[in-house]
T-cell receptor, first 112, second 112 residues
Framework: ETGVTQTPRHLVMGMTNKKSLKCEQH?????MYWYKQSAKKPLELMFV???????ENNSVPSRFSPECPNSSHLFLHLHTLQPEDSALYLC???????????FGDGTRLSIL | GESVGLHLPTLSVQEGDNSIINCAYS??????FIWYKQESGKGPQFIID?????DKRQGQRVTVLLNKTVKHLSLQIAATQPGDSAVYFC???????????FGPGTSLSVIP
């Protein structure tokens, strides 16, 4: 039990589909993050939310659309993805300041 | 630019031996350093952290050493066990910036 739960764990979709990834944390954290993890590459930060406000968009294409309705939930809406978007998408949360991020186990996304 | 890198991409150790995983960072403004362990099919798991006002911090079977002079961080695992086999990431963060910067990771294999 990581404290950060991501669903679904696996997702296969076509390039024209629309799907959403969900992340939920009950650790009392106020910051939430989306990362992309591709093979043999460092973790890539995509989005950061602090107290439900987006504070970072790391030049992510508009086919990825985040949503943070409250400090416990984070979504990543996917639309018209490309094959190179196939990766592990990780959600994390943290307290403010010099504190570690806690990660979920990710959603393994495959684009056909 | 900012970068966090690992000296060795792969490391194999005999069960029972000590493991040392190294990390170099380039941002002098970093105040906080974290080690994560990622097992296959799971998200990164927090192991231990250290702030820049410390040189050494110990946990259960793990020790992190920080050498600010040469911008070097290491993770020592005592009496390495098969369950320690995973990819280990170092990460850095500074009070002047909100991002956590991750290194590329070192794969640790424990030989029974």
């Amino acid at each position: 039990e990581t404290g950060v739960t991501q669903t679904p764990r696996h997702l296969v979709m076509g390039m024209t589909n629309k799907k959403s990834l969900k992340c939920e944390q009950h650790l009392g954290h106020n910051a939430m993050y989306w990362y992309k993890q591709s093979a043999k590459k460092p973790l890539e930060l995509m989005f950061v939310y602090n107290f439900k406000e987006q504070t970072e968009n790391n030049s992510v294409p508009s086919r990825f659309s985040p949503e943070c309705p409250n400090s416990s939930h984070l979504f990543l809406h996917l639309h018209t993805l490309q094959p190179e978007d196939s990766a592990l998408y990780l959600c994390a949360s943290s307290l403010p300041g010099l504190q570690p991020q806690h990660f979920g186990d990710g959603t393994r996304l495959s684009i056909l | 630019g900012e970068s966090v890198g690992l000296h060795l991409p792969t490391l194999s150790v005999q069960e029972g031996d000590n493991s040392i995983i190294n990390c170099a960072y380039s941002n002098s403004a970093s105040d906080y350093f974290i080690w994560y362990k990622q097992e296959s099919g799971k998200g990164p798991q927090f192991i231990i952290d250290i702030r820049s006002n410390m040189d050494k911090r110990q946990g259960q079977r793990v020790t992190v050493l920080l050498n600010k002079t040469v911008k070097h961080l290491s993770l020592q695992i005592a009496a390495t066990q098969p369950g320690d086999s995973a990819v280990y990431f170092c990460a850095e963060k500074g009070t002047s910036y909100d991002k956590v910067i991750f290194g590329p990771g070192t794969s640790l294999s424990v030989i029974p």
